[in-house]
């Protein structure tokens, strides 16, 4: 069978919970339609480069999915009709990735980079402070 990458955005006024049902709606479709998912990924709620119908956030969700064609196209039918998505791409890919996506690395990535500043302290450019007094004399 074929294999997917189904990202949908979720309005941002949804719980995390109705996001989560939004994810085993969509899993129950593809099984009941011969596939099935290998991966659900949430992302959590993200800003979007530009308002689309007035949400400025969304939930992100990413799933790898192995079903057929038609399977597919129900999907995207029930996920049109929905008006809790806001968005959806499903792209047919060649293998799913292995491990978690980029996305979910790049948080670990950006943790990590924080994670070693630890305390500066003084640099040492700077003489001590002066006081006003001195300043004027």
């Given at each position: 069978?074929?294999?997917?990458?189904?990202?949908?955005?979720?309005?941002?006024?949804?719980?995390?919970?109705?996001?989560?049902?939004?994810?085993?709606?969509?899993?129950?479709?593809?099984?009941?339609?011969?596939?099935?998912?290998?991966?659900?990924?949430?992302?959590?709620?993200?800003?979007?480069?530009?308002?689309?119908?007035?949400?400025?956030?969304?939930?992100?969700?990413?799933?790898?999915?192995?079903?057929?064609?038609?399977?597919?196209?129900?999907?995207?039918?029930?996920?049109?009709?929905?008006?809790d998505v806001i968005?959806?791409?499903?792209?047919?890919v060649d293998a799913?990735?292995?491990g978690p996506s980029?996305?979910?690395?790049?948080?670990?990535?950006?943790?990590?980079?924080?994670?070693?500043?630890?305390?500066?302290?003084?640099?040492?450019?700077?003489?001590?402070?002066?006081?006003?007094?001195?300043?004027?004399?």
């Amino acid at each position: 069978m074929p294999l997917y990458e189904h990202v949908f955005l979720a309005r941002q006024d949804l719980a995390q919970t109705q996001v989560d049902g939004l994810a085993e709606a969509a899993t129950k479709i593809i099984e009941d339609n011969g596939g099935k998912v290998a991966k659900v990924e949430t992302w959590g709620l993200r800003n979007i480069a530009y308002r689309i119908r007035k949400n400025r956030k969304a939930h992100y969700v990413l799933m790898d999915i192995d079903a057929p064609a038609p399977a597919i196209a129900e999907l995207e039918r029930q996920t049109s009709i929905n008006e809790d998505v806001i968005r959806y791409m499903t792209l047919r890919v060649d293998a799913h990735e292995a491990g978690p996506s980029v996305m979910m690395r790049k948080g670990d990535r950006d943790r990590e980079r924080r994670g070693d500043r630890g305390d500066r302290g003084d640099r040492g450019d700077r003489g001590p402070r002066r006081e006003r007094d001195d300043v004027a004399a």
